[in-house]
């Protein structure tokens, strides 16, 4: 009975690892972000669990595409949704001005 509780807790937590990492390049719960994908309607928003429980996979830069130093989030959704997520409101608020003044 101790040898099998032993070998299920060993396997419980072999497994931890592999979870974490999986989900490591999410943004992290209340971030802000906006749907890149609907320029015109979109507007920078808390992420919640839901939200963040959507995206199919992350990449996180510790830059953007313009040469600032504002690390986020490019989480795609699904083919006519895909997020860009930052750690506060304005940065969120900052990226979506520049990538709106640049026709993205």
Not at 50 to 77: E, L, M
């Amino acid at each position: 009975m101790k040898r099998t509780m032993r070998l299920l807790l060993a396997g419980i937590a072999l497994s931890i690892p592999l979870v974490c990492t999986a989900t490591a390049q999410s943004p992290p719960l209340g971030s802000y972000g906006f749907d890149q994908m609907k320029p015109e309607t979109t507007h920078c928003a808390k992420l919640d669990a839901a939200q963040i429980a959507k995206f199919k996979n992350c990449t996180y830069s510790k830059s953007n595409n313009f040469g600032d130093d504002r690390p986020g989030y490019a989480c795609a959704v699904n083919s006519k949704s895909a997020f860009m997520a930052y750690k506060t409101l304005a940065d969120c608020k900052a990226e979506l001005e520049l990538e709106k003044a640049n026709g993205d």
